[in-house]
């Protein structure tokens, strides 16, 4: 299977569909120096989940810019949604405020500056849905964290979680380790059903089972 010419069948079908296009998005931004956004192709995956989940709450943890945000807010500001945002670069939080301002999403967005480890143990609500985007390193570091702030039937969403097997640029190899042990803890959490698509740099879906089991 020729996964490269079918990621290209994809985006071409979907290129003038896409309510939110990307690149504009990051030319547009004046700010430079952040890490890259999320794919299309993930952008609505994550649009999709959240329409059949019927998902109103999320945290999302690694900001970037806003795009992922921004996309996601757009589905949600129908339903009276809300975002709870975590960005650790402050100039990089302020560019995702003026974007989110800019796409008309600002009111339905939260974002909270500072490190995502410090930030997520004093959160106290529950979410339905955790989209998480953030430096690879801190995976298995706040997967724990991050089911016990899902609701019962909330799903929990991961970037990039096919580093180890990709064809990546090596700058970015020292990140594969962290993403081998988040990938064997979601597989072998029995609080979750979960699976790994080939969407983007991988996508992990995990959903929280609703059953009575301590967290």
Same mark, same amino acid.
């Given at each position: ?106 009111? =339905?967005?939260?974002? !909270?500056? &500072?490190?995502?480890? #410090?930030?997520?143990?004093? $959160?106290?609500?529950?979410? /339905? @849905? ?16 991050? =089911?016990?702030?899902? !609701?019962? &039937?909330?799903?929990? #969403?991961?970037?990039?979680? $096919?580093?180890?097997?990709? /064809? @990546? ?37 995990? @959903? ?8």
């Amino acid at each position: 299977m020729d996964l490269e010419r079918i990621n290209k069948y994809i985006e071409n079908l979907y290129k003038d569909k896409e309510e939110l296009n990307r690149k504009k998005f990051q030319d547009e931004t004046e700010l430079k120096d952040f890490i890259p956004v999320v794919d299309d192709d993930v952008a609505r995956f994550l649009k999709l989940i959240i329409t059949i989940s019927s998902s109103r709450d999320i945290l999302e943890i690694g900001t970037s810019i806003g795009y992922s945000a921004t996309s996601m807010a757009q589905i949600l500001k129908k339903y009276k949604g809300h975002i709870t945002t975590i960005e650790f670069d402050e100039a990089v939080a302020k560019q995702a405020k003026e974007n989110f301002i800019k796409s008309g999403v600002a009111d =339905i967005i939260d974002i !909270k500056i &500072g490190d995502a480890k #410090v930030i997520i143990p004093g $959160l106290n609500k529950k979410y /339905d @849905l955790i989209f998480q985007d953030v430096d690879k390193r801190l995976y298995p570091v706040l997967f724990d964290d991050c =089911i016990k702030l899902l !609701k019962p &039937g909330g799903i929990l #969403v991961a970037d990039d979680t $096919l580093f180890p097997v990709i /064809d @990546l640029d090596p700058k970015w190899h020292y990140l594969i380790p962290a993403i081998e042990e988040f990938n064997k803890l979601v597989m072998t959490d029995d609080r979750i059903e979960s699976t790994i698509l080939p969407i983007g740099d991988g996508v992990t879906i995990a @959903l929280k089972k609703q059953m009575n089991i301590t967290v």
